[in-house]
């Protein structure tokens, strides 16, 4: 249901109703958005090595931009259905997991593989 749930932001409702094909679509539609996080950020770490140098604070804030990105901006202009009902727990994950599962490992992976300034 989390995959149709995120495939729910191109499709709406509907997507609710589709099966196996559309969750493989929400996995998709999440890789894509990774992928292009993780684009953006090696691409501006060419141009300001020092996001590189400085890794862990860098991926700290891109996955703070990351979350203000789709909660404010991505997820309003989407058709998605439902939003959990506000309580800390769920504010802390959506605010911490986007920093240490996509801004951490995206600067940290970014620092070991590109090449030094």
Partial sequence: MLLQAIASGLLGPSAFH?????????????????F????LFAVSSFKVPVLR??????????GLLIYAVMNYAVLPLSREVGHPVFSI????????APILCMGLPIA??????????
């Fill in 18 to 34: 589709g099966g196996a094909p559309i969750a493989l679509l929400g996995l998709a539609i999440h890789y894509f958005i990774t």
């Fill in 36 to 39: 292009v996080w993780a684009t």
């Fill in 108 to 117: 940290m992976i970014s620092k070991l593989a590109l090449p030094d300034e």
């Fill in 89 to 96: 727990p769920v504010l802390v994950n959506a605010v911490f």
């Fill in 53 to 62: 140098r400085y890794a862990i604070v860098a991926g700290t804030l891109y």
